[in-house]
């Protein structure tokens, strides 16, 4: 176990929620999806929450993952935030 996972404040493995905001495009609930796949190869998108902004412009994804070490969620983060529609990673 490096430093940066004993210093965690939280427990792996669990189940953790991420929030995806970003343009209201029928590709970006897909992107965001694949992206999230090659890190939980069992991640169930039907469980995903969507919400649209109010003049439907943004799209605001709420996704499970479970997540076994703080690198991998670091990872995760990266990709999603390096997606061009997409706008911030909570």
Known sequence: MNQEEKKSLI???CDFEI???GESNKNF???IISI???YDLNFDS???EMKGSSKGKYLSLSCNVYVTSQSQLDRIYTALSKNPMTKFVL
């Open 11 to 13: 427990e792996f493995p």
């Open 36 to 38: 999230i796949k090659k």
């Open 19 to 21: 929030k995806v905001m």
């Open 29 to 31: 609930s897909n992107d």
């Open 46 to 48: 039907s469980k995903i």
